[in-house]
């Protein structure tokens, strides 16, 4: 019955979205079983759209996690998108940087500094947030922005590639990650999925056992559901604050290492398509658990892969119907209040925690 | 460095402050009812559009300022709704509706005018360059007067800070919540009917490029109060003046152009800076973000 009830109501947001949606396509002129049915098609198709769609799904998985870890903690972290950009400058610096060492040494140091750029980024208003009390989501917001100003000034000013495209020189090719189409056959090597994915599902399980299974995960989490009890059962809460959003940046700084290890071999300026903020998304569908996240991360991603078709093959929806899509579901699942007043009539459901 | 002031500094600085004031007034109202309005940006870019679309349409900025204000005020609705009536998490419905509206305006503009993502030209005697302006330097005064001075602005205060008091004493919390949320649909979509039709000639995918939370910084920065808030909306607005003017005319004592980025980092280190208490102490109402029930 808990399962259930946790499996209900972001499944009842996704179809409302899809049918709202699938209403507004309807009014500008287009099918909007069509449109579904290529958005869709397109992505589940194989090779191809499936190697595309788990590629998309990689950097959704760790801002997804991102977000859950900070939002256990009670904490909202708006902030994974300059978090993302920090760990994959980075990641690219020490790619750039030690260029000739052997991949052995070199691929782990730039993992390193992808955890390290987001971990330091996402710390900084935990730090502000324990120490000053200043709220995380504006300065999370501002952080963003500084970054995206920072990391343009290092690109622009001190490693940028000659050429009219702000991006950063190469990395070194010793720093390069397998592609999964060398392993799995039939997968063309062109598209960029890479051993990052199988890094995101292995996070996933290492979040899962940190928080659930370990003393430090219980702590973080009861900082998140009663603060003042925290408190008097011993637990620091301004150290919780600054432990959960160094993890949380932590993990969205790994989106560096798909990034920049495993797709475009150097730091490109504004590479995220909205991944950090997309990750709130993932992780509130998901209700804040691994499985979740893994699950809602592979919805959008289909929702970004299919879009391109969707662009190119009707008379008048855009791509911009998967942001569309997404905001919708986002509002949907943020308001399940507007859906659980008719099902409480039923009996069937009653409040249920985030 | 000071050949770069000049009246052509001056002007750009309040042409850019303009749209940053609008919304910021706008945020004023939710955020003192005690609603977090992080969907300032999504609500300028509803503006933005319908003002362009509707310009386009019938020829007459005025009705397409009127449109634009209705269309920031739709989406606050919505977020009133979520947020209000529904009890939602304030942050979330407003990044929801950011993303929502980062492309419902370009869908639509697909589906209209088979575009990818922007408004037909509207020609220039339908553009309206300086009625927002005007309005937005009108609105500082007067909203402080309304907040202050009035009793409606007592208890949009009192909602605010402690709901259960003011409830109460019988001010209706949730009416008085609608009220400050839609009033900021209402200011904020005038802020982005001014870039579409103001400032430039169209409606362009982004085209706010976080104008609304830089709107957001500046009332922290401002303190939650009006004329604090123009101040700080005019600062910011000044330093996106100079990071345009100044490229390639200011240099260091080395010869080196000054990054344009580090002026354009000027206010986010700023707004951290406040919030953190270092200059002056920055306090937000007391019951902003807290969704308020009624006790049964």
Known sequence: MKLLRELLFPLIAVVAAFVVCGILILIIGDNPIETYRLLFGSALSWPVGIGYTLFYATPLIFTGLAVMVAFRCGLLNIGAEGQLYVAAFATAWVGITFANHSPWLLIPLCCIAAVVGGGVWGAIPGILKARFGSHEVINTIMLNFLAVALLSYFTQYHYKEPGPIMQTLAIGPNAHIARLGRFIPGMPQFIPLNVAFILALISCGLVYVFLWRTKWGYELRSTGTNPSAAEYGGISVRKQIIIAMTISGALAGMVGINEVLGYRYRYYDGFSDNYGFTGIAVALLGRNHPVGVITSALLFAVLQRGGIPVDAFTTHVTKDIVQVLQGTIILFVAAEAFFRGPFAQWGLLKRSKV | ?296
């Open chain 2, 1 to 296: 460095m000071w050949e770069i002031l000049n009246v052509a500094l001056i002007w750009s600085t309040i042409r850019l402050s303009t749209p940053l004031i609008l919304a910021a007034l706008g945020g004023l109202f939710s955020e003192r009812s005690g609603v977090i309005n992080i969907a300032l940006e999504g609500m300028m870019l509803a503006g933005a559009f319908a003002a362009a679309a509707i310009t386009y349409a019938t020829g007459s900025p005025y009705v397409g300022l009127l449109a634009g204000m209705m269309a920031g005020m739709l989406i606050a609705a919505i977020h009133a709704l979520a947020c209000i009536r529904y009890q939602a998490d304030q942050v979330v419905t407003g990044t929801a509706i950011n993303i929502l509206m980062l492309g419902m305006p370009a869908f639509l503009s697909g589906a209209f005018f088979l575009s990818s993502g922007s408004t037909p030209q509207i020609p220039k005697e339908h553009l309206i360059p300086w009625l927002p302006i005007f309005i937005a330097i009108v609105m500082v005064p007067l909203s402080w007067y309304v907040l202050y001075k009035t009793p409606f602005g007592l208890r949009l205060r009192s909602v605010g800070e402690n709901p259960e008091a003011a409830d109460a004493a019988g001010v209706p919390v949730a009416r008085m919540r609608y009220a400050g949320v839609l009033l900021s649909g209402i200011l904020a979509g005038l802020g982005g009917a001014y870039l579409s039709i103001g400032q430039s000639s169209l409606f362009t995918r982004n085209m706010t490029s976080g104008r609304g939370f830089i709107a957001l910084a500046a009332l922290i920065f401002g303190k939650w109060r009006p004329f604090q808030t123009l101040l700080a909306c005019l600062l910011f607005g000044f330093t996106e003046a100079v990071s345009i003017q100044m490229q390639g005319v200011v240099k260091l004592p080395s010869g080196d152009d000054i990054p344009v980025q580090f002026i354009q980092m000027v206010p986010y280190i700023l707004t951290i800076v406040v919030l953190a208490g270092f200059i002056g102490s920055s306090r937000p109402p007391r019951a902003l973000g807290i969704p308020y029930q009624k006790e049964r």
